[in-house]
């Protein structure tokens, strides 16, 4: 008995499969999930990956946030499922208003790929129980529009009530305001964040780092236990 | 049929580094004088029957949900040639 764990394909998705590999990787079951179907097969939780979904036309994450499988995800996210937005899925999630703020362009305007170091602020979400609180990551990060905005309110309001769930550390890639990599929902059970964890979870791959695979080891963890 | 404009810009005190690449060239381009430029959209809608109230409302509607980002954008919706319409 293991917990299933759905991953979205939009069209324009890229890291699906690495997605669904590196849930695998952590001993849950990998579920497709495709767009324009608004049933979520049953599963406990749900990945929104990276890529360009619907060639991020209009804003990123703009038009895939009327998606039909996006209508079950939001009700269920509002309802307790848990749900990880990856890069576009962070876009998607913002844009959805499941996560506040929004993501705009690089400030510097260039695409960006490097190996990202991240710390983890909070770690009690439902993606983050396998890292300790203040730990420093290493995971690779790729965008174009990875700049995370929100008002002082809003950017004050995550601050003091924890939900800033990663910075970026020594270098802030995009222009991210308060060097926010990532951010949760109150509850805890909406994560999004820029860098990819799914793409650090094997050793022979990336920066040779397995920092990302307790995203998929903690979600196993609190679906497991719960 | 008409057609109803709807123009998109980042809030003012988001920052716009594709406005400012932009007034970073103009004077290598030989203007002068400008001293902030700010990037946005704009949607046409050709508007089939009536742009009445009702129409007016729903466009502002689809503006709010899905042409505009209200946490980072701000729009406006304006009927073109509206003061002939009117007159």
Known sequence: ??????????????????????????????????????????????????????????????????????????????????????????????????????????????????????????????????YESGQEIHVPLKNMDGRYVADERTLDMLEAEGRVAFRYVDFNPNGSLRDIAGITNEAGNVVGLMPHPEHAVEPLIGSGRTDGLPFFTSILKKLVNA | MARVVVDVMLKPEILDPQGQAVQRALPRLGFEGVSDVRQGKRFELEVDGPVDDAALARIHELAESFLANTVIEDFTVKVEEVAEVGK
């Not at chain 1, 952590?26 to 497709?32: D, F, L």
């Not at chain 1, 049933?39 to 990123?60: H, N, W």
């Not at chain 1, 998607?92 to 710390?119: S, V, W, Y």
Request: proline residues 5%; hydrophobic residues 40%; aromatic residues 6%.
């Open chain 1, 1 to 130: 008995m293991t917990a299933r764990i759905g991953v979205v394909t939009f069209p324009g998705s890229l890291d699906d499969r690495d997605t669904q590999r590196a849930i695998k990787l952590a001993g849950a079951e990998p579920v497709a999930l495709w767009h324009k179907d608004k049933d979520l097969k049953q599963v406990d939780a749900v990945v929104l990956p990276g890529g360009f979904s619907y060639g991020d036309y209009l804003r990123t994450g703009a038009i895939s946030r009327f998606s039909p499988v996006m209508e079950t995800v939001i009700e269920q996210a509002k309802s307790g499922m848990p749900v990880l937005g990856i890069c576009n899925g962070f876009q998607i999630l913002t844009e959805a208003h499941l996560l506040p703020g929004g993501m705009l362009g690089n400030d510097h305007l260039h695409f960006i790929c490097r190996d990202q170091k991240l710390r983890v602020e909070n770690a009690d979400t439902a993606w983050t129980v396998d």
